[in-house]
């Protein structure tokens, strides 16, 4: 089954190139061209990553991707004509999985592409995995004081209250509680979690931890569990 790709772009140029190229990739691609058509659309189409353009009639980039999260846990790649860290810092904010700088290559997009739908289908498959042993992983759970992560429901709980957490903190948390006292760089976390292939960088890691930290720590401007060794990385403690 081909996997699904919804581009979202409002430049007709490009959005044609887009979508030619991908379909020649063997892609399921539908586009749209302004946010509210593409909420609607996600909805509808249920796609395995989306190509998603900042600047956006009807609704900009950064709230489409924003509302997106509220829903779904789709990977989005944000497309923007704007060069000014802030401006990448906020699509990571709001979700966005990955961006791109206007003008890029064919290539380059094309490769990012496959790199996103490769962690897919491992997600995927490891989703597969664990629900086929939900029994065996059940017993399964890391615990720190009144933090508790459950494998097999995929699951954090703060003082035995379910705490919201994204499928990436999940991975990140999971793997810092794993290696509980040992100082973790954020190109090895990069590394072992977004994938050798990831086009992003350290900054990324920052982010999620920040995230983390507001969900699980008592005071997060003072963190007590995830640890900054400065100069080094992060280590949990507990």
Same mark, same amino acid.
């Given at each position: 089954?081909?996997?699904? %790709?919804? !581009? !979202?772009?409002?430049?007709?140029? @490009?959005?044609?190139? #887009?979508?030619?190229?991908? &379909?020649?990739?063997?892609?399921e ?5 302004d946010?509210? =058509?593409? #909420?609607? *659309?996600?909805? /509808?189409?249920?796609?395995? %990553? %989306? @190509?998603?353009d900042?600047m *956006? $009639? ?7 991707? +924003?509302?997106?999260?509220?829903? %779904?846990?789709? $990977?989005? *790649? ?5 060069? /000014?860290?802030?401006d990448?810092?906020?699509?990571l904010?709001?979700?966005a ?9 064919? +290539?380059?997009?094309l ?6 739908l ?21 017993? &399964?759970? =890391?615990?720190?004081g009144?933090?508790? #992560?459950? #494998? ?5 709980r !703060?003082?035995?209250? !379910? ?12 793997? @810092? ?6 100082? @973790? ?19 990324t ?6 995230? =983390?930290?507001? &969900?699980?720590? $008592?005071?997060?401007?003072? $963190?007590? +569990?995830?640890?900054?060794?400065r100069?080094?990385g ?5």
């Amino acid at each position: 089954m081909a996997e699904k %790709i919804l !581009v !979202v772009e409002d430049e007709r140029a @490009l959005q044609e190139t #887009l979508e030619y190229n991908l &379909k020649r990739q063997g892609y399921e691609v539908q586009v749209a061209g302004d946010g509210i =058509l593409a #909420l609607d *659309l996600a909805r /509808e189409f249920q796609p395995d %990553i %989306i @190509l998603l353009d900042v600047m *956006l $009639p009807g609704m900009d980039g950064f709230e489409l991707c +924003r509302r997106l999260r509220q829903e %779904i846990n789709t $990977p989005v *790649l944000m497309l923007t004509a704007r060069t /000014e860290e802030i401006d990448r810092v906020v699509g990571l904010e709001v979700g966005a999985d990955d961006y791109m700088t206007k003008p890029f290559s064919m +290539r380059e997009l094309l490769a990012r592409v496959k790199a996103m739908l490769r962690r897919v289908r491992m997600i995927r498959e490891e989703m597969q995995k664990s629900e086929e042993n939900t029994q065996k992983e059940s017993e &399964k759970r =890391l615990l720190s004081g009144n933090l508790e #992560l459950n #494998l097999a429901r995929r699951e954090v709980r !703060v003082n035995g209250v !379910v705490v919201a957490v994204k499928p990436k903190e999940f991975e990140l948390l999971h793997f @810092l509680m794993k290696h509980r006292g040992q100082v @973790l760089s954020r190109d090895y976390l990069l590394k072992e979690l977004w994938g050798w292939d990831y086009f992003g960088d350290s900054r990324t890691v920052d982010v999620h931890i920040r995230w =983390l930290r507001e &969900k699980i720590e $008592p005071d997060p401007a003072h $963190p007590v +569990r995830i640890v900054t060794v400065r100069g080094a990385g992060y280590r949990f403690e507990g």
